[in-house]
C-alpha cells in the first residue's frame, strides 16, 4: 500500500515537472528569438568612428551623436534601433557616433548639444531639427523632407580644412585629459603638480616650437651676415653712388643761391649808381643856375 502511494506520488510529480516545461518551453522559445533579433541590430545599426567615418560621404544616411550618460539620449536610443530596422526598406544607412569615444568626430561636426541628428546624402550635410519619434524620422526619409533644409556650409563641412583642425585639437584635449588621469589616479600625483608638468611641457614645446621657426626663417631666408662679399661690393658702390649725387645736388644748390645773390647784389649797385648820379646832376644844376644869376647882377 505504501508503495503504490510512493508511485503515485512519483507519477504526480512528473507529470507536474512535465507541465511546468510545456509551460516555459514557450518562453525560451521567444527569448532566444529575442535575442537573436537583438543580436541582429547591430547590423542594422551601424557604428561610425575615427577610422571609418568617411564611409558617410558615399549614399545616404542619418547619423546620431549621443553619449552613454545623456538622458535625452537613454530615451532616444530604443526608438533610434526601431528606426534602423527600417533602414534597408528606405535604402538609408542608420549609424550612430559616441562622442565620449569618438573625440574627433565631435569636434570635426561640432555637436554642442546631445543627442544630434545629421542627416547625410551624398557628402551634404543636414542637420535634423524635427521631432525624434519613429514615424517622424520615417516621414522625414520616405518624403524627403531633408530637402528643405538648407545644407551645411562646405567650409564648415565634416571634410574641410578647419574642420580637420578642429578635430585634430579635440583629439589633443582628450589626449591631454587622459594623461592628466593617468598622473592623478594611477601615479599618484597631486592635481596642481599634473598642472605644474603640463604648463612645463607647454612652455618647453613652445620654446622648441619657436627655434624651429626661426630655422626655418633663416633657412628660407638667409641673414645678411653669411652674404657672399660680392654682396658688400655692390652695397659699397651703390652707397657710394648716392652719396656722390647727393654731394653733386647740394653743390649744385649753393650755385644756385650764389647766383640769385650775385643777381640781387649788381641790381643794388646798378641802382645805387643811377641814384648817385641823378643827385650829382641836380646838384650840377643847381650850381650852374647860381653862377649865372650873380653875372647878371
Known amino acids: 500500500m505504501a508503495s503504490s502511494v510512493r508511485y503515485k506520488a512519483r507519477e504526480t510529480r512528473s507529470l507536474l515537472q512535465f507541465k511546468s516545461f510545456l509551460v516555459l518551453c514557450p518562453v525560451i522559445v521567444a527569448s532566444c528569438l529575442l535575442a537573436v533579433s537583438v543580436s541582429a541590430k547591430p547590423d542594422n545599426l551601424k557604428v561610425i568612428t575615427d577610422g571609418n567615418w568617411e564611409e558617410i560621404l ?47 568626430l565631435s569636434g570635426r561636426f561640432i555637436i554642442t548639444a546631445l543627442p544630434t541628428i545629421y542627416h547625410c546624402k551624398d557628402g551634404v550635410f543636414r542637420r535634423y531639427q524635427g521631432a525624434r519619434t519613429k514615424d517622424d524620422f520615417l516621414s522625414f ?13 562646405s567650409w564648415f563641412g565634416p571634410s574641410s580644412f578647419l574642420m580637420n583642425m578642429m578635430s585634430a585639437l579635440f583629439k589633443l584635449s582628450m ?81 644756385e643761391e650764389e647766383e640769385e645773390d650775385e643777381d640781387e647784389y649788381g641790381g643794388r649797385a646798378e641802382k645805387w649808381q643811377r641814384r648817385s648820379t641823378t643827385e650829382a646832376a641836380v646838384r650840377k644844376r643847381a650850381v650852374g643856375g647860381g653862377g649865372e644869376e650873380e653875372e647878371d647882377t
Not at 549621443?66 to 535604402?91: K, M, R, S, T, Y
Not at 526619409?141 to 556650409?153: N, R
Not at 599634473?194 to 626655418?216: K, R
Not at 661690393?233 to 652719396?243: C, G, I, P, T
Open 58 to 104: 558615399t549614399g545616404e544616411w542619418m547619423i546620431e551623436f549621443f553619449a552613454p550618460w545623456c538622458p535625452a539620449c537613454q530615451q532616444l536610443q530604443p526608438v533610434w534601433n526601431e528606426f534602423a530596422d527600417w533602414g534597408d526598406d528606405l535604402g538609408v544607412n542608420i549609424a550612430k557616433v559616441d562622442v565620449t569615444e569618438q573625440p574627433g
Open 141 to 153: 526619409i520616405d518624403e524627403k523632407k531633408w530637402q528643405s533644409i538648407e545644407p551645411i556650409s
Open 175 to 255: 589626449f591631454i585629459r587622459q594623461c592628466h588621469n593617468y598622473l592623478t589616479e594611477q601615479v599618484g600625483i597631486p592635481v596642481w603638480g599634473s598642472y605644474v608638468i603640463f604648463a612645463l611641457a607647454t612652455l618647453f614645446s613652445g620654446l622648441a616650437l619657436g627655434l624651429v621657426l626661426v630655422f626655418i626663417a633663416d633657412f628660407v631666408f638667409p641673414s645678411r651676415r653669411f652674404s657672399s662679399s660680392a654682396y658688400y661690393h655692390k652695397k659699397y658702390a651703390v652707397e657710394q653712388a648716392r652719396l656722390l649725387q647727393q654731394l653733386e645736388e647740394e653743390q649744385e644748390a649753393d650755385g
